[in-house]
């Protein structure tokens, strides 16, 4: 979704008063706002990159792996040495004060063991009152609501709220193990949240409309929920992290996500000649390793260290603060406008781009590494940013896995490696043959802004000015186009891994003929009840009389119309994915936007079968077979503007799951929607 009234309006707005807001870089179309610290200030690669460990188990219940693991608020250093501290959230282990970080501790976990986690809301300060969030959360959103304060008057959860106040009252959380093939009472439902326990103010709820349906159910107001994960798939990258309806995006971006690997079995023989180890538990101080997560996110700061997040939806306008410069004026919800109440939330934005890049908790950190071959778990957890990345000297990625486990066969050789929000890429980075002493450089050379496909201009360039120069400017090169620096010194030691052009990786069973074929959509949404114009001083104004809707105002999901539109509907309207039990199904993603947008089901790990651009024939000329990269199974699909996105999954356990856009200022605006498999009296 791209800033459309800000493009349109641009040229009345001189770029002067636009720095005198915030810190920008980059092009007139391609900045990126932040907070007070200006990006440029923070120094590159003086701190260490943080191989998060693994987290302590507080025990076994059988044969059962047994975690207590809570979320809690604490200072960490993000910036380098001498800047300030950043006030975070993060996961740890309640037995173990010290297993508290941003990101969590990795969750190591066996093909075929089970593992059960009691995840404890813990959002509270030294004298047990609640904390705030740390960011600001629009209640004018359908979103969790513990006040029950909902705009149609009603009292209940789970509902679009009627105040335009950034959310002050305790925090709801549901952690959600993303790829996990759970049921229904351990997925971490967005309508599962929960309160910490303890001070809930009167009139809150202390728990979401389907908190009833989790495991155990034995938490009800006391601040946790336990979910147990069967591990019966292959090994695997998950990742975990909060999905509280209306507010995964903030909860993600205040530190609430960590790493979940799933090994062993047939499958994972092959990784005795991968570069190993990882860290496991009770490892001594100072033990090297040669398979390392790493997880990317853009954030911006403030000067005192703190996070920064906007408060408005005039930041992405980029009109802010008035008189200084040109501000916005319209109603927002729930104020009257035109024919009804604004529709337009007054802080939400439809994406968000951080000015910094930060790597496993550190911004722009440094990785010593040997003269060998190194496993990288790469994750993409920011909100909106899809990722291109590429060395700045001749080095390859050899993928080896994606979202749901090795890749079939043989690993791809890849020079730049495109990763979207919530997808994993398993590589092998070999620097067996860099001289000594190099310093490489890992680059982003994705955009500042929507990603839409295509292939990006050289550095300094935009196609608005260079026309054929490619389909959008490159990141900044000096910000968010480097993400992390390697330090190559002298091999410790022989390397007895097995150079990845000659790895032979587990073959992938196919999923059989499939029994239906349903097709959904991805819509954008402006608003039905204000219109806007500009005044001569450049401000975007509500004008009842123009014919210029506001917009966008949300992304939605759907069906398709007979015709071949998009029929968008809400989250809560009535379910119309219904799979049977066992069924083996085709869905048809038809991309109605203007933008990409990474789709994950939940429950499955799904083929993707092709993409074809809309209107022609599927499986004709313009059809496109998955690139090399993604011939294994996902849980996350890139789904592009224009096409028709075809995947094949099985639905093997029954009731209620839902599908959205991993963007998640998306899916915490409408973009997400519930899907029954089998019985819907199971989904009521």
């Known amino acids: 979704m791209r800033r459309t009234l800000f493009r349109q309006t641009i040229n009345a707005i001189s770029l002067s008063l636009l720095i005198a807001v915030a810190v920008f870089t980059g092009t007139s179309e391609g900045f990126i706002a932040g907070g007070s610290l200006d990006p440029t200030t923070i120094p590159k690669y003086t701190e260490e990159l943080l191989v998060p460990p693994a987290m302590p188990k507080t025990g076994t219940i059988g044969s059962i792996d047994y975690y207590e693991i809570a979320a809690r608020q604490f200072e960490q250093q993000v910036l380098p040495e001498g800047m300030p501290e950043t006030k975070v959230w993060g996961y740890g282990s ?40 740390i960011l600001p959360v629009d209640q004018t959103l359908h979103w969790a609501n513990p006040a029950q304060d909902c705009l149609d008057g009603t009292m209940m959860t789970d509902c679009q709220g009627q105040s335009q106040a950034p959310y002050a009252g305790p925090v709801p959380i549901i952690t959600h193990l993303h790829g996990a093939h759970v049921g229904p009472v351990s997925d971490g439902l967005p309508t599962a949240w929960y309160l910490p326990a303890g001070d809930i103010p009167p009139g809150y709820a202390a728990q979401g409309s389907r908190y009833d349906d989790i495991f155990g159910g034995s938490g009800e107001g006391q601040g946790f929920a336990v979910f147990q994960y069967s591990n019966d798939q292959r090994p695997t990258t998950l990742w975990y992290h909060d999905h509280t309806l209306g507010m995964t995006r903030t909860n993600v971006y205040a530190g609430l996500s960590g790493y979940y690997l799933l090994r062993g079995g047939l499958s994972d023989l092959v990784s005795l000649v991968l570069p190993r180890p990882a860290p496991a538990e009770n490892d001594p101080a100072g033990k090297k390793y040669y398979e390392i997560p790493i997880l990317i996110q853009d954030r911006s700061f403030n000067s005192n260290g703190s996070l920064f997040y906007p408060d408005n939806r005039a930041f992405f306008e980029a009109l802010n603060v008035p008189p200084t410069i040109p501000f916005l004026s319209i109603p927002f919800t729930p104020e009257p406008a035109v024919g009804g109440l604004s529709d337009v939330a007054p802080i939400w934005n439809p994406e968000f781009f951080g000015n910094t890049l930060v790597v496993n908790g550190k911004t722009w950190p440094y990785l010593n590494v040997e003269q060998r071959r190194y496993r990288f778990r790469l994750l993409n957890g920011s909100d909106s940013r899809f990722y291109i990345l590429k060395f700045d000297v001749p080095l390859s990625f050899w993928q080896i896995g994606a979202d749901g486990g090795y890749l079939p066969k043989k690993p791809v050789e890849l020079t730049q490696l495109l990763i979207g929000p919530a997808e994993r890429a398993d590589v092998i980075v070999d620097f067996t043959n860099v001289p000594a002493g190099t310093n490489i450089t890992l680059l982003n050379i994705g955009p500042d802004e929507p990603f839409g496909g295509g292939v990006p201009c050289p550095p300094g360039q935009n196609p608005d000015d260079n026309p054929g120069c490619g389909d959008f400017a490159a990141s900044d090169p000096d910000t968010t186009g480097q993400v992390m620096q390697f330090r190559v010194g002298q091999r410790i030691g022989p390397d007895l891994t097995v150079p990845p052009r000659f790895l032979v990786l587990p073959n992938v069973q196919k999923l059989g003929k499939s029994s239906n074929t349903r097709m959904v959509s991805l819509n954008e949404e402006e608003s039905a009840t204000v219109f806007v114009s500009v005044d001569a001083d450049g401000n975007l104004i509500f004008d009842p009389g123009s014919a210029t809707a506001f917009g966008p105002t949300e992304a939605v999901l759907g069906t398709v119309n007979p015709d071949g539109t998009g029929n968008p509907l809400e989250f809560m309207d009535p379910i119309t994915e219904n799979p049977s039990l066992g069924a083996t199904e085709i869905w048809e993603i038809h991309n109605f936007t203007e933008d990409a947008h990474p789709i994950h089901l939940h429950l499955v790990q799904f083929e993707i079968i092709d993409r074809t651009p809309m209107g022609d024939p599927v499986g004709g000329p313009t059809t496109r077979k998955p690139e090399a990269w993604e011939t294994g199974t996902k849980d996350t699909v890139i789904s592009y503007p224009g096409e028709v996105t075809r995947i094949k999954a099985k639905f093997d356990i029954p009731g209620l799951f839902i599908w959205h856009c991993h963007i998640l200022s998306h899916e915490d605006n409408e973009m997400m929607r519930p899907y029954c498999v089998g019985n819907m009296a199971n989904c009521q």
Do not use: M, Q
């Open 94 to 133: 309640i037995n173990h004060p010290g297993s508290f970080s941003y990101p969590a501790r990795t969750i190591e976990a066996k093909v075929g063991k089970r593992v059960r986690v009691k995840w404890i809301n813990d959002l509270r300060d030294d004298s047990g009152s609640f904390l705030p969030h």
